[in-house]
């Protein structure tokens, strides 16, 4: 469909050289309808089913009929979709200016190892203080400690990224970046398997539980916490829309145009970390949206324009991990799925996507 | 600081890069103690073997690699005292970074070069398409303006990047080897296109090249990269001064000052006289140079050949008492190649000879 859309503006002749943003804002407004759409199912489906009426009727702040239901939809249901929404907006923001930062189709959060830098803060935190961390003692926490928490994710995906910003000046190989992700994460796991060793069984299911990645342990108190924070990344990265386009052209182009590298560098990174280190202290390290997001953005507006692909991304993202969230309930069912197993279900397919394209991609990106 | 009429100009530049060695860093010199002026309005070329630091230099003038030594002076001020806004309102260049990006169209490209005049959201004023859509004109890049970059062809891109430069509207433009990858017809394009920037637009044009035909047509100013030295003329004097067979001096090619051009062969037969129509003249010496001969217009050789002929050419060739018309080159390099024929008292026949 996308294809026949641009051979139609290929062979029209065009009136005026400009060009018009309609089509986006159109479609913007399409994604903005279906955000609300999977929020209500999100909401609605799960063990319980809550009629339609009677969840927007709740959220209304009417009376219901059933007591259960009410407590289910404000205490579990509404945090949960919404902290899938952030996680899922956040993580593909962070993927999209990892991928335009390193002009890397395979930059993410999780592949580039920034999610594992996260855990990995965490860890050393859990560990030095003697919690352990799993969805249900998160749940137990203060906001100070949340706050701790976020701190921790955010200065090791800061970490991991400067590592990398480090070695992608010196060495300009993308398949560099990626074993160096790849080596980032096995460090986490020997730091991770050293903690188990000395934890007791009880623990190492905690973190077990953890990795598997998890919307429902944030309680409404968190949820401020971590909305403070995505937030944060999310105004840093509106800041650098002009900056990414310029950085689509590379180094050499964007300074040559006037862009201030350092600074800009400083707020993608800060912008990046705040993102994926905010989600990952709460949610645990989630796998594939950061990656596959941004190329069914670019696939869906046509356009490489970060003014229109920042919200397009934040907005697919949302979309998608509410549906991965409703997917993972497995509706009609008591039974539930870890997030992580639902987004590599329908992520992969995606990046295996990206990598058949490569030919294509390899004019795109280097 | 720089002289009326001079946009760019050096101090003792020397530019180089550093080596990591083992144990230190060792700087590595390319060019030392450079002083060299830019003119205003005109296109220059820098020419150079390859490995002589064309590149080095350029990257350097640009303010994108720091100087080992030395200060590069741009208008009125040293480049590296310029804030990096006001500096690409003053310089633009055109990388050999790939720079095709998914999605992305050629009016996309161009309007990038609005960066350093937008606001912070990079928000496209009246003025600023006015002067996208001037460049894309400019650059004779209009037909393409919808044009996904990845559908390009190596030609149509170097225009658009050369559009873009034009859309970031500075006086000094300077483009390391825009013409390379590039075939005949569309070097000849890139190199007309930036002579038509520098002597209608104004624009101060320096570019780095391999072509050495199209800079010495083209050029105002050549910088010839010779040894650690920069030598800077006007096309014609460099060649006349032999700095430009120095530079280009290599084994096995010799420059013919006469042609300006180098040529690949190096004689070793007997020397062959050659009159005639001169168009004929012309290309009968290109083949026969081909051959090995060498060839002469006047005086006294033991062959020699007449081309005659407005629309079909002939060709009489005269040498050791024997005399024979062919109506085409092909002919006539058969016939001379031939030992039976005019190849007598050649030092190549005498060696057959004696090793019968």
């Known amino acids: 469909m996308i294809k026949k859309k641009k051979m139609e503006t290929a062979t029209l002749p065009k009136k005026s050289i400009h060009h018009s943003n309609k089509p986006a804002l159109l479609l913007m407004v399409l994604l903005v309808v279906l955000l609300f759409a999977f929020m209500l199912a999100d909401i609605m489906l799960g063990s319980v089913r809550v009629p339609a009426i009677e969840v927007i009727r709740i959220i209304a702040g009417k009376d219901t009929k059933n007591e259960a239901w009410n407590n289910i939809i404000t205490l579990i249901r509404i945090p949960k979709a919404f902290t899938a929404m952030l996680a899922g907006c956040a993580l593909s923001v962070a993927g999209l200016q990892m991928q335009t930062l390193f002009r890397n189709p395979l930059a993410g959060p999780s592949v580039l190892g920034i999610t594992s830098g996260a855990s990995l803060g965490v860890a050393l935190v859990m560990l030095s203080s003697g919690m352990a961390t799993s969805m249900y003692t998160i749940r137990s926490l203060g906001i100070p400690q949340g706050w701790l928490m976020v701190l921790a994710a955010v200065a090791g995906a800061i970490m991991v990224l400067l590592l990398i910003i480090m070695i992608a000046t010196r060495i300009r190989d993308n398949v560099v970046l990626l074993i160096v992700g790849i080596m980032v994460g096995n460090i986490t796991l020997a730091i991770v398997s050293i903690w188990q060793y000395y934890s007791n069984p009880q623990q190492i299911q905690d973190f077990l539980i953890w990795t598997f990645g998890s919307l429902g342990g944030v309680t409404r108190q968190h949820l401020v916490v971590l909305a403070v924070t995505v937030l944060a990344g999310l105004v840093l990265t509106i800041f650098s829309a002009k900056a990414l386009n310029a950085w689509l052209l590379g180094e050499g182009y964007a300074k040559s145009m006037g862009l201030d590298i350092l600074k800009s560098r400083i707020f993608i990174i800060s912008a990046t970390g705040l993102l994926a280190g905010g989600v990952t202290a709460f949610c645990g390290p989630i796998g594939f949206v950061g990656i596959a997001v941004p190329h069914l953005s670019r696939a869906l507006f046509g356009t490489s324009d970060h003014k229109i692909l920042i919200p397009a991304t934040c907005l697919i993202g949302s979309i998608l991990m509410l549906f991965c969230d409703i997917m993972a309930q497995l509706p009609g069912s008591d039974q539930s799925l870890p997030i992580n197993a639902v987004t590599a279900l329908l992520g992969s397919p995606v990046v295996i996507w990206v990598i058949l394209r490569q030919n294509q991609l390899r004019m795109s990106f280097s | ?356």
């Open chain 2, 1 to 356: 600081m720089n002289k009326p009429g001079t946009i760019l100009s050096t101090e003792n530049l020397t530019t180089g890069f550093y080596k990591k060695n083992r144990f230190r860093k060792v700087s590595v010199s390319l060019t030392v103690a450079a002083n060299i002026q830019l003119q205003k309005g005109q296109l220059t070329c820098v020419l150079g073997v390859n490995g002589s630091g064309k590149s080095t230099l350029i990257r350097t003038l640009t303010g994108i690699q720091k100087p080992l030594e030395g200060e590069v002076n741009l208008s009125d001020k040293r480049i590296k005292d310029y804030a990096s806004r006001k500096l690409a309102k003053k310089l633009s260049v055109v990388l050999t970074d790939p720079v095709v990006v998914k999605n992305m169209q050629v009016y996309d490209l161009v309007a990038m070069g609005r960066f350093p005049y937008t606001n912070g959201w990079g928000h496209l004023t009246k003025a600023d398409k006015s002067k996208i859509d001037w460049a894309i004109t400019t650059a004779e890049v209009t037909t393409l303006t919808n044009q996904p970059l990845y559908e390009l062809s190596d030609g149509e891109l170097q225009k658009a990047l050369i559009a873009r430069a034009l859309a970031q509207d500075t006086p000094l433009m300077i483009l390391d080897e825009p013409t390379s990858h590039l075939d005949i017809p569309n070097r000849i394009m890139i190199m007309r296109l930036l002579r038509k920037l520098a002597r209608d637009n104004g624009k101060t044009i320096l570019l780095s090249t391999h072509e050495l035909d199209l800079a010495l047509q083209m050029a105002d100013q050549l910088w010839l990269m010779l040894g650690k030295k920069i030598i800077t003329g006007v096309p014609e004097d460099l060649v006349l001064s032999k700095a430009f067979e120095q530079t280009f001096r290599k084994e096995g090619e010799t420059f013919n000052r006469q042609t300006g051009s180098f040529q690949v062969h190096t004689p070793w037969r007997k020397s062959i006289r050659v009159q005639g129509d001169p168009t004929g003249v012309f290309w009968t010496k290109r083949a026969l140079e081909r051959e090995g001969f060498i060839v002469i217009d006047e005086g006294v050789a033991s062959v020699s050949i007449e081309v005659k002929g407005v629309e079909a050419y002939e060709w009489v060739i005269q040498g050791k008492g024997k005399k024979m018309t062919c109506h085409t080159v092909e002919c006539m390099i058969a016939y001379l190649n031939d030992k039976e024929n005019l190849r007598q008292g050649t030092a190549s026949f005498e060696n057959n000879k004696t090793e019968k």
